[in-house]
């Protein structure tokens, strides 16, 4: 059962426009997610995230939006860059569980 | 700077072999973490563990076992490897609770032949 779902497995942008990806999870009990970017053949790296009281956090061209009603958030890069494509994952937590379960990525690439 | 080390980047070993993969962190965290990651599969956890000797099965540990002595170090054991290991794995570690994030290693790029 996949708790953490990230239905698009590939997006293209254009440099300059805004990248928006998306992240739908089912577990109530989450209350902190993130989103990583990875590049091919390195670890993860943080890039932002966000608590369920909040329904925004930005951090320079990075916005994560969180809807828990929906069960959904999204991660807004504006604008994008070259640099930015990488595969996306998000990521949650919750409750007395320290571990974090991840989505199966989204592949960006922002074309020049 | 916050590290987690992983002792190889790339590794090939022969079905069968029992393999070791070592990961090291500086930042005195109690949790650390075992991916692996597989394309369409993104990232899966394989064993965490909370504290010194502790450890807990995460989503995928048929064929590893997992070793902490010291609470910077967290091994990941393939007891028999077989050709369906091939695969990144990724050591992590984080704070215990609370809104933190895990940090990652460089990855481990295992092939199995």
């Known amino acids: 059962d996949q708790q953490v779902k990230q239905n698009s497995p590939s997006l293209s942008v254009q440099e300059g426009r805004i990248s928006i990806l998306n992240c739908d999870y089912t577990n109530s009990m989450f209350d902190y997610f993130l989103w990583y970017k990875k590049y091919p053949a390195e670890g993860p790296t943080f890039l932002i995230s966000i608590s369920s009281i909040k329904d925004k956090n930005e951090d320079g061209r990075f916005t994560v939006f969180l809807n828990k009603s929906a069960k959904h958030l999204s991660l807004h890069i504006v604008p994008s860059q070259p640099g930015d494509s990488a595969v996306y994952f998000c990521?949650?937590?919750?409750?007395?569980?320290?571990?974090?379960?991840f989505g199966k990525g989204t592949l960006l690439t922002v074309n020049p | 700077d916050v590290k987690v080390t992983q002792s190889s980047r790339y590794l090939v070993k022969r079905t069968g072999e029992k393999v070791f993969l070592e990961c090291v962190q500086d930042?005195?965290?109690?949790?650390m973490f075992w991916y692996r990651q597989d394309p369409g599969l993104g990232l899966r956890l394989i064993y965490f563990?909370?504290?010194?000797?502790?450890?807990e099965k995460g989503d995928i540990p048929e064929g590893y076992s997992v070793s902490r002595e010291k609470k910077e170090r967290f091994s990941l054991i393939l007891e028999s490897a077989s050709t369906n290991q091939t695969s990144m794995y990724l050591c992590?570690?984080?704070?215990?609770?609370?809104?933190?994030?895990?940090?990652f290693g460089q990855g481990t790029r295992l092939t199995v032949v």
């Open positions: 992590a570690s984080s704070l215990p609770l609370g809104p933190t994030e895990a940090f």
């Open positions: 930042m005195d965290h109690e949790n």
């Open positions: 563990s909370y504290d010194v000797k502790m450890k």
């Open positions: 990521a949650a937590r919750g409750g007395s569980n320290y571990k974090l379960t």
